[in-house]
């Protein structure tokens, strides 16, 4: 009797587990099916319409066309070349702009009357639109790669400046205070507290600058270029070939979603080997 | 006359201004230690205990007094002796053994060195197995250790203690207090141990200086009789319990000199 009322009991209480477990399972299954029925859905959707014309193709182009359009300019056009300049003008500016933003960020620890005196220019850069520069670094740097770079940089160096800065003035006073009682100098703190606790700020700002970056190589190649996904668009445009604007698009997303995993994939490792979160960031 | 003494706190008084008040935190602190002593601490919150602590530790620089180790001023010299805050403070993005041996790099200890000296501690004190884990995966008692530790291997003779075991339970605490008494007397350190515990203080100590309330200023100091070592059954006898009744009365009494406590007068 009570042998088999303890045997229901922990059948029971499995069940109930197995259940929690089932239903996490389920929901996932559901939200990736989901998904893919959306993203099915609108593209069907999209094709459909165009060819019943109850959207315009002229102005929609369709799927089919677009796919069909992106493979030809890649095997026999220069898209791939192209895709090739944006990114690299995309990734320059990327890195650089968040390696010197880190730089610039943590620099404010030295100095409080420094930290002081730069802060709202910090405020005031970032608020201004970079993108509205373009025509300058244009007419400084040229019509060339530089100034794409120059452009994707500036749109990322002042965001990390900024998060690098919040990581700074959140450091635990008592972990400074725990390295000067061991006789540190200055540096040693540095390095030792104020950069390591900062990195998951910098970290943060990751997500943000890969978008800025590429947005700030796309306007700089739409205002004047002789490559780049951004001028293809462009000259599409002129032309009035709507169908090779909507594989400029096509394709941006998809460089952009690339890009975008690349970056969480260098957080994941930079977390895993040089962080550990503790609650913060 | 003169006895040979490890660290001297001479006429020590420290104010803070703010707001362009005035606020006297220690008021000529004279105490000296001898070479090898546990020294306890004891005193109402916000005596200035801490503020002591980091005058001795040389972060903050008095403003009156001066401070002697070795025969030497160490007033305004950070790293002179080994100190240990009172939350355990160790970096969460370190490893237990990266945490233990951070005081070695700072001093510039090649690290392979570093570690040669840290495991056989690390190995004799507690922590094996755990050199590998970070402190978020470790109990407060785990992280205390460590922390001590660290203190230890900074290699100072003399180390202060601040508070260390505030946080723990109360039977994690006597674990902590013995293995503390284990290293004092593997070391052979002079100690100088901040607390609000009368109980720790007592179980703890050879000598006890008692703290007034703001402006700190030392009431008095007690000798410890009980005979090393010692252990928790120490803590029932009449002599501690005698002890005891003396700190509270000198903690919770109003103090027998009414001049000196009428210093926080100048607060206005």
């Known amino acids: 009797m009570t042998k088999s009322s303890k045997k229901y009991a922990c059948a029971r209480a499995k069940r109930f587990i197995y259940d929690d477990e089932h239903q996490i399972k389920k929901r996932k299954k559901i939200i990736a099916a989901g998904r893919i029925a959306v993203a099915v859905l609108i593209f069907a959707g999209w094709e459909f319409f165009t060819r019943i014309g109850l959207m315009d193709p002229y102005y929609w182009s369709c799927p089919s066309a677009i796919l069909k359009t992106t493979w030809e ?32 960020g943590l620099s404010f620890w ?23 520069l373009g025509p300058v670094l244009v007419i400084m740097f040229g019509i060339g790669f530089f100034s794409k770079a120059v452009l994707a940089f500036l749109m990322t160096v002042v965001t990390t400046a900024i998060y690098a800065y919040g990581g700074v003035k959140s450091v635990d006073p008592a972990m400074e205070t725990l390295l000067y009682s061991l006789g540190a100098r200055r540096w040693q703190v540095f390095t030792k507290i104020v950069v390591p606790s900062s990195l998951p700020w910098i970290i943060s700002s990751l997500r943000v600058n890969i978008a800025l970056a590429l947005a700030g190589s796309i306007v700089g190649e739409f205002i004047s270029s002789e490559h ?32 975008y995993f690349c970056v969480v994939l260098l957080e994941k490792f930079l977390s895993r080997h040089f962080i550990r979160m503790n609650g913060q960031g | 006359m003169i006895k040979p003494y ?27 230690v001898e070479d090898g002593k546990f020294v306890s601490i004891i005193g109402p919150s916000g005596c200035g205990k801490s503020t002591m602590f980091n005058i001795i530790a040389g972060l903050t620089p008095p403003t009156g007094g001066d401070v002697f180790a070795d025969g030497e001023s160490i007033a305004g010299r950070a790293g002179y ?46 922590l094996k197995g755990f050199e590998k884990h970070y402190p978020d995966e470790l109990s407060g008692g785990m ?21 260390p075991f505030g946080a723990l339970d109360a039977q994690t605490r006597l674990l902590m207090q013995n293995w503390l008494l284990e290293i004092w007397r593997d070391f052979g350190k002079t100690i100088l141990f901040v607390t609000h515990d009368i109980d720790e203080a007592i179980y703890l100590a050879d000598e006890i200086y008692v703290f007034t309330k703001r402006p700190g200023k030392i009431k008095a100091k007690i000798e410890v009789p009980i005979k090393r070592p010692r252990s928790a059954g120490d803590m029932t006898t009449p002599e501690f319990a005698g002890l005891k009744s003396t700190l509270l009365k000198l903690l919770f009494s109003a103090s027998p000199d009414g001049a000196e406590t009428a210093g926080g007068d100048e607060i206005d």
């Open chain 1, 73 to 104: 300019q890649l095997a026999h056009g220069s898209l791939s070349g192209d895709i090739a300049y944006t990114s690299a003008s995309a990734v320059i500016g990327f890195v650089t702009g968040t390696l010197f933003g880190a730089v610039l």
């Open chain 1, 110 to 132: 030295w100095s409080k009357a420094y930290a002081g005196i730069s802060e709202p220019f910090l405020i005031v850069f970032n608020a201004l639109p970079k993108l509205a």
């Open chain 1, 228 to 259: 780049g996904v951004g001028r293809m668009v462009i000259y599409a445009g002129t032309i009035l070939d709507i169908n090779l604007v909507w594989v400029g698009v096509f394709v941006l997303s998809v460089l952009s979603v690339v890009m």
């Open chain 2, 6 to 32: 490890k660290i001297k706190v001479e006429g020590v008084s420290k104010t803070f201004t703010s707001g362009g008040k005035v606020f006297p935190a220690l008021d000529d602190v004279n105490l000296t």
């Open chain 2, 81 to 126: 002796v080994g100190y240990m805050l009172q939350k355990d403070m160790l970096l969460p993005w370190r490893n237990i053994l990266d945490n233990i041996i951070l005081g070695l790099e700072v001093r510039g200890v090649p690290r392979k060195k570093a570690v040669g000296r840290a495991l056989p501690l690390i190995e004799k004190y507690g």
């Open chain 2, 143 to 163: 992280r205390q250790r460590a922390a001590l530790l660290r203190t230890l291997l900074y290699d100072r003779d003399i180390m202060l203690l601040d508070e």
